[in-house]
């Protein structure tokens, strides 16, 4: 799994501020500075969670990982940054994190939910952390923390705020206490609560028209980097979407954001191709209006986009073996 260099250019400061020289650190990892220049450049994560694990291990300082959290504006996340900055309420920025977080932070999924005035955020592990769980999780803790600041500002009272971390109590738990006074180490999942009508505050920097422009950029960087099965997914998603219909391969593209050549050769890397996707939801559709008794067949095969009813009935005879008709009849 990797994360934008970024984070390790984040790491890296604050390594140096403790004597740790910079050039030293990208040698062993066989980077070199230019690399961490590039917007685009990712490292592997248990790369930069070693590293400090190794400053952790020789200094004791093991608040370091989550100094590095803290340490970590909105901006190092690149458009997602930008995106949950410019979102219009808090609810609005959880589900961002929640859809593009493995865009950033692959081994970690969010979920969010409500219970009475609660609002709940849990931080689940993807692949299973081991050892470099004492050093990941306060991580993730200090960068979530930092993003809440900068989201509610002076909304934000820790005193309000309970955590739940999977982390092992640290030896220094009492300073990790200072910043998040409600901690509860040891826990079966990493989670956050905090008062439901947080969710709906107006945040500082609401930008409809910026919120709109970073999450067509999140979709487009969604479609190259979050892999092929994604975009088979998100392809039967929009299939199933009334608004958007059955359409060709183009308007599907232009859709999820992605140039018609480069969707079709992610679904052929996968074995499939538009044309079979958008025939399954066909037949699944058709099968499910079919058995509605209420709606013809003409109106079936208007509803799946077929000019005629005959080519609906050719179409799904091709499907089923048998016709739209034959299908209806009681057996």
Same mark, same amino acid.
């Given at each position: 799994?990797?994360?934008?260099?970024?984070?390790?250019?984040?790491?890296?400061?604050?390594?140096?501020?403790?004597?740790?020289?910079?050039?030293?650190?990208?040698?062993?990892?066989?980077?070199?500075?230019?690399?961490?220049?590039?917007?685009?450049? $990712?490292?592997?994560?248990?790369?930069?969670?070693?590293?400090?694990?190794?400053?952790?291990?020789?200094?004791?300082?093991?608040?370091?990982?989550?100094?590095?959290?803290?340490?970590?504006?909105?901006?190092?996340?690149?458009?997602?940054?930008?995106?949950?900055?410019?979102?219009?309420?808090?609810?609005?920025?959880?589900?961002?994190?929640?859809?593009?977080?493995?865009?950033?932070?692959?081994?970690?999924?969010?979920?969010?939910?409500?219970?009475?005035?609660?609002?709940?955020?849990?931080?689940?592990?993807?692949?299973?952390?081991?050892?470099?769980?004492?050093?990941?999780?306060?991580?993730?803790?200090?960068?979530?923390? $930092?993003?809440?600041?900068?989201?509610?500002?002076?909304?934000?009272?820790?005193?309000?705020?309970?955590?739940?971390?999977?982390?092992?109590?640290?030896?220094?738990?009492?300073?990790?206490?200072?910043?998040?006074?409600?901690?509860?180490?040891?826990?079966?999942?990493?989670?956050?609560?905090?008062?439901? $009508?947080?969710?709906?505050?107006?945040?500082?920097?609401?930008?409809?028209?910026?919120?709109?422009?970073?999450?067509?950029?999140?979709?487009?960087?969604?479609?190259?980097?979050?892999?092929?099965?994604?975009?088979?997914?998100?392809?039967?998603?929009?299939?199933?979407?009334?608004?958007?219909?059955?359409?060709?391969?183009?308007?599907?593209?232009?859709?999820?954001?992605?140039?018609?050549?480069?969707?079709?050769?992610?679904?052929?890397?996968?074995?499939?191709?538009?044309?079979?996707?958008?025939?399954?939801?066909?037949?699944?559709?058709?099968?499910? $209006?079919?058995?509605?008794?209420?709606?013809?067949?003409?109106?079936?095969?208007?509803?799946?986009?077929?000019?005629?009813?005959?080519?609906?009935?050719?179409?799904?005879?091709?499907?089923?073996?048998?016709?739209?008709?034959?299908?209806?009849?009681?057996?």
């Amino acid at each position: 799994m990797t994360v934008p260099a970024t984070y390790l250019g984040v790491a890296l400061g604050l390594l140096e501020a403790r004597g740790v020289r910079t050039a030293d650190v990208l040698t062993s990892l066989g980077l070199d500075a230019e690399a961490l220049e590039d917007p685009a450049a $990712r490292v592997d994560v248990t790369d930069v969670a070693r590293l400090i694990g190794r400053y952790v291990a020789r200094s004791d300082d093991v608040m370091l990982p989550f100094e590095l959290g803290r340490a970590t504006k909105p901006t190092a996340h690149g458009t997602l940054g930008y995106a949950l900055l410019t979102s219009a309420s808090l609810r609005d920025a959880l589900y961002l994190g929640e859809r593009f977080v493995r865009l950033r932070f692959g081994i970690m999924s969010l979920r969010s939910y409500v219970e009475g005035d609660t609002a709940i955020f849990e931080v689940d592990e993807v692949v299973r952390l081991g050892a470099q769980r004492s050093f990941i999780v306060p991580w993730v803790a200090g960068t979530i923390l $930092r993003l809440g600041e900068f989201l509610l500002g002076d909304t934000l009272d820790v005193r309000e705020v309970d955590v739940e971390l999977t982390m092992a109590e640290p030896r220094q738990a009492a300073e990790f206490r200072k910043h998040l006074p409600r901690t509860t180490f040891g826990a079966s999942v990493n989670r956050i609560r905090l008062p439901a $009508r947080w969710l709906e505050h107006r945040l500082p920097l609401s930008d409809k028209a910026a919120a709109r422009s970073a999450l067509l950029e999140l979709e487009r960087e969604l479609a190259l980097f979050g892999g092929e099965a994604d975009v088979i997914s998100r392809v039967r998603a929009l299939l199933s979407d009334p608004v958007f219909g059955y359409g060709d391969l183009q308007a599907a593209a232009t859709k999820l954001h992605v140039s018609s050549r480069t969707l079709r050769r992610h679904l052929q890397k996968q074995g499939t191709s538009y044309q079979e996707l958008l025939a399954d939801a066909r037949k699944a559709r058709a099968i499910a $209006r079919l058995r509605d008794p209420a709606a013809t067949i003409e109106q079936v095969a208007e509803e799946l986009g077929y000019s005629d009813q005959a080519n609906f009935s050719r179409a799904f005879q091709k499907w089923t073996g048998t016709t739209p008709g034959a299908f209806r009849k009681p057996t």
